[in-house]
């Protein structure tokens, strides 16, 4: 999570916010026209959270979904 701010940044992605998280789940807000790009950046950087202190195993799977609110993505 400590990366997503410059990594959002540095894809153009500046109005994407993260807003919290719940249990596993990282909530973020974004204008409707950049869902896909961030959800791209998001999950890469998710899914390479181990990196580069160790490579695991088993690889981080991360779903990501694009809705109006909480309730809707899930």
């Known amino acids: 999570m400590i990366r997503m701010p410059a990594a959002l940044e540095a894809a153009g992605l500046s109005q994407v916010k993260m807003l919290l998280q719940v249990h596993d789940e990282l909530v973020f807000e974004t204008p409707e026209a950049d869902a896909e790009a961030a959800m791209t950046v998001i999950r890469h950087i998710m899914e390479t959270a181990d990196e580069p202190a160790v ?4 690889p981080l799977v991360v779903d990501a979904r694009a809705a109006t609110n909480w309730d809707e993505a899930h």
């Open 55 to 58: 490579k695991l195993s088993v």
